[in-house]
């Protein structure tokens, strides 16, 4: 039985869930074929909601296609939820009478009889499978790291050789190698991007580059998805070059302590007071492990939040963290990175 979570008296499933690292890319694309066969698309305007959730007394919902419901029939989550816990038939009621009003031209997004997300009349459905077969016509390299989470999928590359200009070593047996990161979603609330994307072989660490940085971001409408997608994946797979260049460099650049209050703060700002201590106790772990102990380099910080993308709870969040890596290193060797 699939593992539900409770908001208000609405219950929903979590969803298919997977990840694997080094997967082969048959295996890969084998899961692909699967998923996209239990895919559908239904008229919103077609369903009712019950108070616990489900839709026509048979169809449930995942948390994420409840809050993709909610955001397109512009309810706030927060208000139909605890509304639920006073009056459940009238939280229901605001639902479906919203439905009825705003409802037409969406469609539910299904996988496997659970909604994932909603979709617009205008959506251009361009499948996590096709962008994988994109990915593997491409020849890029080994697949890294495979995620799919609902009707979203990330998949992260690198280069399959010993040397090259996408191969180094910032510290004597740190490899870190150079690739290409792409994220797609089906379920009408993530655009196709492909991105720089760098990853640490030592510590299974990752980055990729900011999102106003990444070689494309394509929403999913109109025509020519496959060819503008594919191009988009083929200027990623060379846009790491000029992180790969300033890297080592950051080895050297020590933070003394008021860098690093700087940076705590920087990075408490963007997540949480907790999280920054995380990343800081990370990176002194990481200056005593790997570099000089007591002396703490971007090198060090930089490692201390990718790291974190370990525990993240979702691809989403997983992505914030290593892009927010590359937000860091820009700051701190903007000017190098930019040279």
């Given at each position: 039985m699939a593992k539900r979570r409770m908001h208000g008296t609405f219950v929903f499933d979590e969803g298919a869930s997977s990840s694997y690292h080094n997967p082969k890319t048959k295996e890969v694309l084998g899961l692909l074929e699967d998923q996209s066969q239990k895919i559908s698309y239904h008229n919103l305007e077609d369903f009712t909601i019950d108070p616990t959730g489900q839709l026509n007394g048979n169809t449930r919902m995942s948390y994420y296609g409840f809050s993709r419901l909610c955001t397109t029939l512009d309810v706030p989550q927060k208000f139909v939820t605890k509304l639920s816990e006073i009056d459940a038939e009238l939280s229901a009621k605001?639902?479906?009478?919203?439905?009825?009003?705003?409802?037409?031209?969406?469609q539910l997004a299904l996988c496997d009889g659970l909604v994932e997300g909603v979709v617009s009349d205008r959506y251009s459905r361009l499948s996590n499978l096709d962008v994988m077969r994109i990915f593997d016509d491409l020849q890029v390299g080994d697949i890294s790291d495979f995620s799919l989470q609902g009707l979203r999928m990330r998949v992260t590359q690198v280069d399959n050789k010993k040397r090259g200009p996408q191969i180094i070593e910032p510290r004597k047996g740190d490899v870190v190698k150079g690739g290409v990161e792409i994220f797609n979603g089906e379920d009408g609330g993530a655009a196709f991007l492909g991105s720089a994307y760098v990853y640490r072989l030592v510590c299974l660490n990752g980055m990729v580059s900011p999102r106003k940085e990444s070689m494309g971001r394509m929403v999913h409408r109109g025509g020519s998805l496959i060819d503008r997608a594919a191009l988009i994946m083929q200027k990623a797979s060379l846009a790491a070059d000029k992180y790969m260049k300033v890297l080592?460099?950051?080895?050297?650049i020590e933070m003394n302590n008021l860098d690093q209050r700087e940076a705590s703060r920087m990075t408490a700002n963007r997540f949480t007071v907790g999280f920054a201590n995380d990343v800081m106790e990370k990176t002194v772990e990481e200056a005593k492990t790997h570099g000089t102990p007591g002396v703490v380099s971007v090198y060090d910080y930089w490692n201390g939040i990718t790291y974190q993308s370990h525990?993240?709870?979702?691809?989403?969040?997983?992505?914030?963290?290593?892009?927010?890596?590359?937000?860091?290193?820009?700051?701190?060797?903007?000017?190098?990175?930019?040279?």
């Open positions: 605001v639902l479906n009478t919203t439905i009825q009003n705003r409802g037409r031209g969406f080592p460099r950051t080895v050297g525990e993240a709870k979702s691809i989403d969040q997983s992505r914030r963290i290593e892009e927010y890596a590359s937000e860091f290193l820009t700051a701190y060797a903007g000017e190098q990175i930019a040279a």
